[in-house]
């Protein structure tokens, strides 16, 4: 199994995996694409074939260490393009990667909207996401805690439709007049540019504290949602609401949600920290390596909708972007899927030069007077042009697939050249007419709008607590001792007395036993009662459990398979043959990357295996689950072996599922120190803790995968169970994580 393995300058090839899904935007993307071969020659901007790129054109003497020449046009130019490489990187969300996909319609909804791309289920809709995380420069590392961005950009027939979302629901902030504010104060600090990508700071918690609105929001970033275990297990909504309007010109509230077909998983904190060092490029190259071996990501795509009918019937403003819609009161519905299963051809004119806008809106789907929406609506347009200029819709990753054409004319790098007399609208010659309902054109909704020109909010829109009450009761135990651990390790961050007191107070409006908690933890005060009292409420689908997959899969986890020379190679191929079976990716780790021999090997029969990474290279934290095979030898070579002995302990405490056999049993059971569990067929086993063991592992027990004896099939299954749960929260339950 190899990694993903960079492409080699002189022989560079297509990155891309699998041509699906690619449709028009890849066929138009590819009339913009060169790519070097043996045939190709090096030429300077303006043409002209080069010699060589190595050599300043210089003034050579006998001692050939004459001046170099600045008439060198060639040496000038190579040096000017790299001098000007960089464009500023994303104001926020500068730190992300992307995919090509496909969206596909199940269901039309055709009563709600006109839209072709929601209402024609033959289409094959090209897309393009691009995930992010919001607080670092593009260079951050992937697994800090923060909010993710989820931005899909849909090229449909009718002009392009973004979708600007996040992986969680609500936002900080209700009026997109405070974004600045509330991006200055989660950045790293203005003194001394500290911290980089972390909200674990005095000015993040103090504005916190000065914004109740921001309440709600912050339990959902110090929730596991803060951490996702990869972009391909986290939720995407568009959090704001937007319009649907159909033909008859009725208009409903909506609000989009991208449900991951693999379940919302998380990574555990202690990993989350090690993996930013470990694999600061964790996420990106998790989606890269899924789609090269052809484990494409899927959401389900939801709609909730209300009628504009109903928009004044709940007790939370439903255009309060720091609200959920709760599921049992507005369900969602399920019509259609989107997947990724193209990667970048490259990422700087892709992944860095897309640039999405909440206004990018086609015939059928339209704005609410969400006050968060509305400024949006103008700051995603404006930065664009800082970022990459005026024309940047001309750019090949933003242009359309349907025609563009209007009088929108010159400015910085313009592409497109206009033919044609007139650059206006009405002319003599009738050019270029604005288009007819008829025709596809946008229909504006007539809205109705009465009231005074002034600043305020309403009653609803200043409670704040009530949601945050929701969210947190919903969660599971162990996601409650989560938002725990989170809170104290960010207010521990904070030196500023003031700071940890005044939030800790002000999570006794939410929990009182977690704000006496987290007290406790940062030097906080203790609160005696509740600020508020809490409503006891619950709601489906605000914890991250209640999404595990129906059918349990293990599709595109990664699996370390830890093994020495000697190991049992019966009990190897078996594993590596039920884990490949299941869709999932078996690496190899041992302690060097030259080759091993199993036992009763030949080492003259050229039968060796050289093993993936070796066990300082790649990390437990880089694995879902550890697989150690028998074998005397191999496991007494482990055993010895302080950072073979690290992992297991690693992975159990990060609650990773640990599957053993033949000898290694012991091996594992010496690492953990774990209470023997004797079956009824006399194998120890500690199934309960998700660590899976087969003491037997004779040929006969273990033979192939589909003849499999009994035992050995039961531990398979097992393990491919136990890796299918993510995680074995039981462990923490039970105190048992601490070794790691
Ligand atoms: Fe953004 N946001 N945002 N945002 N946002 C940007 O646009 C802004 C908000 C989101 O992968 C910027 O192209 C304002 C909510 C994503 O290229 C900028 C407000 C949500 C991305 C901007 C918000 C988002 C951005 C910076 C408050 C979730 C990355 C670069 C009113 C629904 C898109 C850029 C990508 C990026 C402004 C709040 C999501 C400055 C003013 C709420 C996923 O225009």
Not at 120 to 135: A, G, K, N, W, Y
Not at 223 to 229: L, N, T
Not at 519 to 536: L, Q, S, T
Request: aromatic share 10%; charged share 25%.
């Amino acid at each position: 199994m190899s990694h993903i393995v960079p492409e080699t300058v002189g022989t560079v090839k297509h990155a891309v995996m699998g041509s699906k899904g690619s449709g028009a935007k890849v066929a138009q993307l590819e009339q913009d694409m060169v790519e070097p071969t043996k045939d190709s020659r090096i030429t300077a901007d303006f043409g002209t074939k080069q010699a060589t790129t190595d050599d300043w054109l210089k003034v050579n003497n006998e001692q050939q260490t004459g001046p170099m020449l600045i008439e060198d046009p060639f040496a000038r130019e190579k040096i000017h393009r790299f001098d000007h490489e960089r464009i500023p990187e994303r104001v926020v969300h500068a730190r992300g990667t992307g995919a090509f996909g496909t969206f596909r319609l199940h269901e039309s909804i055709e009563e709600l909207t006109n839209a072709g791309v929601l209402t024609d289920t033959s289409r094959e809709t090209p897309i393009f996401i691009r995930f992010s995380t919001v607080l670092g420069s593009r260079g951050s590392a992937d697994t800090v805690r923060d909010v993710r961005g989820f931005a899909v950009k849909m090229y449909t027939e009718e002009g392009n439709w973004d979708i600007v979302g996040n992986n969680i629901p609500i936002f900080f902030i209700q009026d997109a007049m405070k974004f600045p504010d509330v991006i200055h104060a989660a950045k790293p600090e203005p003194h001394n540019e500290v911290p980089q990508a972390q909200s674990a700071h005095n000015n993040f918690w103090d504005f916190m504290y000065m914004h109740p609105e921001a309440t709600h929001m912050y339990m959902w970033a110090m929730s596991d949602r803060g951490i996702p275990r990869s972009y391909r297990m986290m939720q995407g909504f568009g959090v704001n609401a937007f319009t649907l309007t159909n033909a008859k010109g009725e208009r409903h509230f909506v609000k989009f949600t991208f449900t991951p077909e693999l379940g919302v998983h998380s990574l555990v904190w202690d990993e989350a920290l090690k993996l930013a060092g470990q694999d600061p490029d964790f996420h990106r190259k998790d989606l890269m390596e899924a789609i090269e071996h052809g484990a494409y990501p899927k959401w389900k795509f939801g709609i909730q909708v209300i009628p504009e009918s109903r928009e004044h019937d709940f007790d939370f403003d439903i255009l309060d972007a720091t609200k959920v819609w709760p599921e049992d009161q507005i369900p969602i519905r399920y019509i259609g899927e989107l997947e990724l299963n193209r990667n970048v051809d490259e990422f700087f004119t892709q992944t860095e030069q897309i640039a999405f806008c909440t206004s990018h809106i086609v015939p059928g789907i339209g704005f609410s007077d969400d006050p968060l929406l509305q400024g949006r609506n103008f700051s995603y347009f404006d930065t664009q042009i800082s970022r990459l200029g005026i024309n940047w819709e001309e750019i090949p990753i933003n242009k359309p697939v349907c025609p563009v054409m209007n009088f929108n004319r010159d400015g910085a790098m313009r592409h497109r050249i206009s033919k044609g007399k007139v650059n206006y609208w009405p002319n003599r010659f009738e050019a270029q007419p604005p288009a007819s309902k008829a025709e596809g054109a946008y229909q504006q909704y007539p809205q109705k709008v009465v009231g005074i020109k002034e600043r305020a909010r309403s009653a609803k829109f200043r409670e704040h607590v009530s949601q945050a009450q929701l969210f947190y009761n919903s969660l599971s135990e162990v996601e409650k001792s989560h938002v725990l651990a989170a809170l104290s390790f960010e207010l521990d961050h904070c030196d500023e007395a003031i700071v940890y007191e005044r939030l800790t107070t002000r999570l006794a409006d939410i929990d009182l036993n977690l704000a006496r908690s987290v007290g406790e933890m940062v030097g906080g005060p203790r609160p005696e009662k509740a600020g508020r009292d809490n409503h006891g409420r619950k709601a489906p689908g605000l914890s991250q459990m209640d999404y595990l997959p129906k059918t349990p899969t293990i599709a595109s986890r990664r699996i370390a398979i830890l093994i020495s020379e000697g190991y049992d190679s019966v009990a190897f191929n078996a594993t590596y043959a039920a884990i490949k079976a299941a869709s999932a990716l078996p690496f190899v780790i041992g302690r060097r990357r030259s080759p091993i021999h199993a036992e009763g090997e030949d080492p003259s029969s050229g039968k060796a295996i050289t093993p993936d990474h070796h066990f300082e290279g790649q990390r437990s934290t880089m694995f879902d689950a550890i697989v150690i095979p028998g074998g005397k030898a191999s496991v007494a070579s482990l055993s010895a072996n302080g950072r073979a002995l690290h992992y297991v302990r690693e992975a159990f405490g990060h609650l990773k599922p640990i599957a053993a056999t033949g000898e290694a049993v012991d091996f594992v059971n010496k690492a953990l120190q774990l209470p023997q569990v004797t079956t009824s067929s006399g194998h120890e086993a500690h199934e309960s803790y998700g660590v899976v063991t087969l003491r037997e592992a004779k040929p006969e027990h273990l033979g192939d995968v589909v003849t499999v004896a009994k035992e050995a099939k039961g531990f398979l299954e097992k393990f491919v169970y136990a890796v299918s749960q993510h995680r074995c929260w039981q462990r923490e339950l039970d105190g048992l994580n601490m070794m790691v």
